[in-house]
C-alpha cells in the first residue's frame, strides 16, 4: 500500500511538473456601437454594429534546450446577434515552433504587412468597424494555408515573411514585413504580391509627451480591382491624451488610379475615447468617406457613432 501511495505520488508530481512547462491564455474583445449613418444620397438610418469582436485561446509549452511549441486560435463574431464569423476560426488558427533562431508558423493568420503599417496607425478604435481605413490596399490579403517566419527582437528590428499556398488557377501569395521599435520611435514596412496585384507600405509613429503622431505610405497595382492600374494613398493620424481622456484625429487621401478616372477619395474621422479602466473604455466618433464618381470604395458615407470596448 505504502509503495502505491508513493509510486502515486511520484506520478503526480512529474504530473505537475509537466504541466508547470505548459500556458493557455484565454482572451478577446467585445466591441459594440450605435449609429447614425447615411450612405449615398439615401435616408439617414440607425444601428447596432458589431466592431471586430473576438475570442481566443494561445499556449505555450517548454520543450527544453530553448525550444517551444505554440499555437492560437482566434474566432470572429458578431455580439450583435452572436452569430459566428465566416469561418469559425477564421481570425487565426496556426501552430507555431520558436527558439533563439525565431519562430516558424503554419496555418492561418492575417497578414502582417497589414499590421506593420495601416493598423499600426489606426489608433482609435484599432481600425474596426465604420471608421476602419476604406482606402489601404488590402488585396493581396491571403491569410489561409500559410508558412511563416519570424525573426527574433534584435536592437528594436523585427522582420516577418510567409508565403500562402495557391491553387488550380491561384498563384501562391507572398508577405514581407518589418519593424522597428526603440523608444519613442516605432517604423515599419510592408509588402505583399500575387501576380500581378501588389502593394507596398512604409509607417512612421513618434511618441512626444501626451501627444502621438503616425503616418503612412501605401503604393499599389491593381487591389481593387484587375486593370485598375497604380495608386498612391497616404494616411495621416493624430492623438492626444490626458488623464483617461483621449482625442483622434485621423485623414486619408488615395489618389486616383491610372487607368480609373474620377476614382481619387478621401477619408477622415475625428474620435474621443474615455477609458474606464485598462480594459474598457467609452468612445464616439464622425467617420466620412468622400469617394469618386467611380465610386471605387462604395460611395460617399458617413457615421456618427457611440460605443463600448472591453477587452478581457
Avoid at 61 to 77: P, R, T, V
Avoid at 150 to 174: I, L
Wanted: net charge negative; hydrophobic share 35%.
Amino acid at each position: 500500500m505504502k509503495k502505491q501511495f508513493a509510486l502515486g505520488l511520484l506520478a503526480a508530481v512529474a504530473a505537475s511538473g509537466a504541466f508547470a512547462q505548459s500556458s493557455v491564455t484565454i482572451y478577446g474583445r467585445l466591441n459594440v456601437t450605435v449609429e447614425s449613418s447615411k450612405y449615398l444620397e439615401g435616408d439617414r438610418q440607425y444601428e447596432v454594429n458589431d466592431n471586430s469582436s473576438r475570442i481566443g485561446f494561445k499556449g505555450t509549452e517548454d520543450l527544453g534546450g530553448g525550444l517551444k511549441a505554440g499555437f492560437q486560435i482566434e474566432h470572429g463574431f458578431d455580439a450583435t446577434t452572436g452569430t459566428a464569423g465566416s469561418a469559425f476560426w477564421g481570425r487565426q488558427s496556426e501552430v507555431n515552433l520558436s527558439g533563439a533562431f525565431g519562430t516558424v508558423r503554419l496555418g492561418r493568420w492575417i497578414p502582417e504587412s497589414y499590421f506593420a503599417t495601416a493598423d499600426y496607425i489606426s489608433m482609435h478604435n484599432h481600425d474596426t468597424g465604420t471608421s476602419s481605413d476604406t482606402l489601404y490596399a488590402f488585396g493581396p490579403f491571403a491569410q489561409s494555408n500559410k508558412v511563416g517566419y519570424a525573426s527574433p527582437v534584435m536592437g528594436g528590428f523585427q522582420f516577418h515573411a510567409s508565403v500562402a499556398e495557391g491553387g488550380a488557377g491561384v498563384e501562391r501569395t507572398y508577405d514581407l514585413a518589418a519593424n522597428y521599435d526603440r523608444g519613442p520611435l516605432h517604423v515599419g514596412a510592408g509588402f505583399a504580391k500575387q501576380e500581378d496585384v501588389k502593394q507596398f507600405a512604409i509607417r512612421g509613429l513618434y511618441e512626444f509627451g501626451a501627444f502621438t503622431v503616425g503616418a503612412y505610405y501605401n503604393r499599389d497595382t491593381d487591389s481593387w480591382g484587375a486593370g485598375f492600374g497604380d495608386r498612391n494613398t497616404f494616411r495621416v493620424s493624430g492623438m492626444y491624451a490626458f488623464g483617461a481622456n483621449e482625442v483622434h484625429l485621423n485623414i486619408g487621401r488615395a489618389n486616383e488610379y491610372s487607368d480609373v478616372a474620377d476614382s481619387a477619395a478621401t477619408q477622415w474621422t475625428l474620435g474621443y475615447n474615455y477609458n474606464l479602466s485598462k480594459r474598457t473604455k467609452v468612445y464616439g466618433y464622425y467617420s466620412a468617406v468622400n469617394d469618386g464618381d467611380a465610386e471605387v470604395y462604395g460611395g460617399d458615407r458617413n457615421h456618427l457613432a457611440v460605443g463600448v470596448r472591453h477587452n478581457f
